[in-house]
């Protein structure tokens, strides 16, 4: 996994890089392009701005800056969506067709491990840190490294329950720097149940070191209640629902986010809205939205790749405010969710943990913060659909699909309910990526997935 061309690409010493010319002898500066792993990360300023290419690791366009997103709805689609583009990459995912060689799954491997590299190295060095500043820092890395680590699971691995977790091979587990390279730095997979007791472990471990809000209320900062929110979808990909359903009702009675009063708001602000609990920040000086770029048509500035379709249109209502939030261009049907090309990457937001809570409450028979019907209805009247007057776990999960549509949550829902897409079981090696071969050929400890 950790072959050299990846090393030499996350390394600290890359990362804190310098050019120091000697114009005047009397200095006597010898000429370096890097600072020595020992100095690297020595004050708490070196620590803050490895942190800071954390995030900028976690927001790359192949990992939470898009990546991750699309490639579960291309995986996941069962033709509510046609992939129209030239990408044969993504093409191979939304045919379920992928090939080891495909350099798009390489991409979001080798973006997932330096950004978790990133991670490592910040963790290291926390003793530098005033105590002040200590468990906030060690709280967003940790949030980092677990939701990297879940994205990587639910991709490249099979799902939780899909036989002994204790013996399916998960992916590599990394949580120490990779400094200087070595034989020690080929890793085997870890099982299933080693990565998810790790993305636990820090989840739960970042839920009590960092604050409710970040500062100026900066969604695209690790939090609380994002890592209560996380946790929540960790919970339910592991079928624990009463632990789901309190991490999903701790996110929700907090009070720090709000449900938009109306539907469209919640994507017309640049990404920014109060009802999204965590983002990745996009400006027209740095980052960039990969969901507009494949979801929107050329008018806004995207590819048009994602191509909606009458089998996914036909689920609305007539009356459903959600059913018309679409865009035609030609002959075309897109989403209206990533028409701005420089609005923030939604991760995750409020509306998901009401379902999250809705369905807990149907599967356990209860009414923990409010009832199933009472939760699925928060979301039907804003989209301006008469309220239910009961509801099923099948309502739940309809309405869940399409409030959700199109935000990455397509493949996770698909395993987790163990339901089919194009006539493939949820547990089919097709919907598992294959762990890329420029890896297998270089780490002999690497085994591959099944059906590659």
Not at 40 to 52: I, M, N, S
Not at 307 to 315: G, I
Not at 397 to 406: C, H, P, V, Y
Request: contains cysteine; glycine residues 8%; charged residues 20%.
């Amino acid at each position: 996994m950790m072959m050299n061309k990846i090393l030499q690409n996350i390394a600290p010493v890359v990362l804190f890089s310098l050019l120091l010319v000697a114009c005047d002898k009397k200095l006597d500066i010898q000429p370096t392009q890097s600072i020595d792993e020992t100095n690297a990360l020595a004050t708490a300023q070196d620590v803050k701005v490895t942190l800071t290419g954390a995030y900028d690791g976690m927001s790359s366009t192949n990992v939470y800056g898009g990546g991750f997103q699309y490639t579960s709805e291309l995986l996941g689609d069962d033709r509510e969506i046609v992939f129209g583009g030239t990408f044969s990459t993504l093409d191979e995912l939304w045919r379920k067709t992928v090939t080891t060689g495909n350099t798009q799954v390489a991409a979001t491997w080798l973006s997932s491990y330096a950004a978790i590299n990133r991670v490592n190295n910040v963790l290291s060095a926390l003793n530098v840190l005033s105590d002040g500043d200590k468990g906030q820092v060690e709280g967003e890395a940790r949030f980092i490294r677990g939701a990297i680590y879940f994205g990587l699971v639910n991709l490249f691995a099979k799902t939780w329950g899909d036989g002994d977790n204790g013996v399916n091979l998960g992916v590599p587990l990394v949580t120490t720097p990779t400094r200087v390279i070595t034989d020690a730095d080929n890793r085997s997979r870890a099982s299933v149940q080693a990565v998810y007791a790790q993305i636990l472990e820090d989840l739960t471990k970042a839920e009590t070191l960092l604050p409710a809000t970040g500062a100026n209320d900066d969604a695209s900062r690790a939090t609380r209640i994002a890592a209560s929110a996380l946790l929540a979808r960790v919970y339910m990909t592991q079928g624990n629902y009463a632990l789901a359903l309190a991490a999903a009702n701790r996110v929700i009675t907090s009070g720090i986010r709000k449900l938009e009063t109306n539907f469209a708001d919640v994507f017309a602000t640049g990404g920014a809205s109060n009802e999204i609990i965590f983002r990745i920040a996009v400006s027209d000086q740095d980052g960039s939205n990969a969901m507009n770029t494949f979801y929107a048509p050329a008018t806004f500035q995207g590819r048009g790749d994602m191509r909606v379709q009458t089998k996914h249109l036909d689920l609305y209502n007539a009356a459903d405010v959600r059913g018309k939030f679409f865009v035609k261009a030609g002959t075309n049907t897109y989403t209206r969710k990533f028409l701005d090309r420089f609005a923030d990457v939604l991760v995750i937001r409020l509306a998901e943990m009401y379902f999250t809570r809705a369905e807990c409450n149907v599967r356990l028979n209860s009414s923990t913060g409010a009832t199933p019907l009472d939760d699925v209805n928060a979301t039907r009247t804003r989209a301006g659909l008469p309220a239910l007057s009961a509801v099923t776990l099948a309502a739940v999960l309809m309405e869940r699909k399409l409030e959700l549509a199109f935000e990455g949550n397509q493949l996770y829902d698909v395993k987790r309910n163990k339901l089919s897409v194009g006539g493939k079981a949820y547990n089919d090696n097709a919907l598992v990526l294959p762990i890329p071969q420029r890896e297998i050929d270089t780490n002999k400890n690497l085994v591959q997935n099944a059906g590659y």
